[in-house]
């Protein structure tokens, strides 16, 4: 335990925002949140910093990259997308303005953004609470859905989440059809990536048992294994090309899903990718404030040569940068492990 900032960034309570002597410990109050964010293999690849008392910065730490998955680490910008965005939600729930300045130094392409906190406005924002639940509610669920539909003012809200600054696009697969295109370069995508054992061994890298003491990677619960299986998982996962099985759960997945919903961008640049971070837990906060959950089926992005085929199968000109499905949860999914903000964040 550090002053008001739990180790576990999970047990952050709004309440001890207000305890905080200092700007300093706000501002480590705020990046207690900005880690809540998801992040590819849940690798958790942001450094903050101090650089004055009232000043940090998010650097990108791409020693956590996924060489193989994630060769030109465009994932691993996204996740610090998603990090600033959780930042700029729990400012604005609390009360705070921050002037931010996304990728200020074009020499310095580790350098994500630098945020000034400006001080506080009164009253706080008036659904503070309700976006500061909804920080902790987010979840990756990789299990069905329930088959209920997305009412269109959900779709609307998230949408508009997305869109809101103008540099990102929220596309929608709703009808059998477009789901079932989308479900076929899905399970092509999985056959593509199961073939390969690099990328085996890396995602068994990051996969451990829910008892491990680790704080990043994936429990083998959050694929839906029993807890003494997950000892096995990251053997299993290296070991055999189960490609076939993966795209046929996945193809079930997807089309059995209420949505799914690809997020795209102009063009495909460091500065895109931050936006489409961004854009894209924006959007997931406001599902999970309605009560919605999602997961990831991103292979046809990652897979070099079936992104121009997902673009194609949306009638788009756009970058894709992420695609999920979205629905109700039929249970509950525990918290994934965090690293401390001690650990995180510096200087
Ligand atoms: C850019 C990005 C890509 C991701 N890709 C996948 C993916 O392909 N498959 C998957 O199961 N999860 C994927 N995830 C989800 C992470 O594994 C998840 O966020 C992490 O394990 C933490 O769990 P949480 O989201 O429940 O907090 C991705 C997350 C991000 C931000």
């Known amino acids: 335990m550090q002053d008001s900032i739990p180790d576990d960034p999970w047990h952050v309570d709004p309440a001890g925002f207000t305890a905080c002597g200092s700007t ?3 501002l480590r109050f705020l990046v207690a949140y900005a880690v809540l ?21 998010l650097r990108a730490d791409r020693s ?19 990090a600033l965005a959780n930042l700029r939600l729990a400012a604005t729930a609390l009360g705070v303005t921050l002037h931010v300045e996304v990728l200020p130094e ?3 392409p580790d350098l994500l953004a630098r945020i000034h906190y400006a001080g506080e406005f009164h009253p706080a924002a008036p659904d503070g609470d309700a976006v500061l639940r909804a920080l902790m509610a987010r979840r990756t669920t990789r ?6 539909s997305l009412p269109s003012m959900a779709m609307d809200a998230a949408t508009q989440a997305v869109e809101q600054d103008g540099d990102a696009t929220l596309e929608w697969a709703i009808d059998q059809d477009r789901k079932h295109a989308l479900a076929l370069l899905i399970a092509e995508g999985d056959r593509a990536q199961m073939a390969d ?12 048992s829910r008892r491990a003491a680790s704080r990043d990677g994936i429990s083998g619960a959050a694929f839906g294994m029993p807890d003494l299986l997950s000892f096995a998982g990251a053997l299993v996962i290296r070991s055999f090309d189960m490609g076939d099985g993966q795209a046929a759960r996945d193809l079930a997945l997807a089309e059995g899903a209420p949505a799914l919903a690809v997020i795209t961008t102009y063009n495909d640049t460091p500065r895109d990718w931050m936006a489409a971070g961004e854009a894209m837990e924006r959007a997931l906060i406001q599902l999970a404030r309605d009560g919605f959950t999602y997961s990831y089926l991103n292979q046809p992005i990652e897979v070099p040569n079936l ?13 894709p940068q992420i695609l999920i499905r979205i629905g109700r949860a039929l249970a ?16």
Request: with cysteine; charged share 30%; hydrophobic share 40%.
């Open 143 to 148: 299990r069905r859905f329930s088959t209920e």
């Open 37 to 57: 964010a998801p992040s590819g293999h849940n690798t958790q690849p942001w450094i903050f910093r101090f650089l004055s008392e009232d000043k940090i910065e």
């Open 64 to 82: 956590r990259g996924l060489r193989v998955v994630d060769p030109d680490d465009r994932a691993l910008v996204i996740s610090c997308g998603a």
């Open 332 to 347: 509950d999914v525990p918290p994934a492990v965090r690293r401390p903000v001690s650990e995180v964040l510096r200087g």
């Open 197 to 208: 054992p690099a990328f085996r061994r890396e995602l068994a890298d990051w996969v451990h």
């Open 307 to 319: 992104r121009p085929r997902l673009a194609a199968a949306l009638s788009t000109t756009q970058s």
């Open 106 to 108: 074009a020499v310095d």
């Open 24 to 26: 300093r410990e706000r």
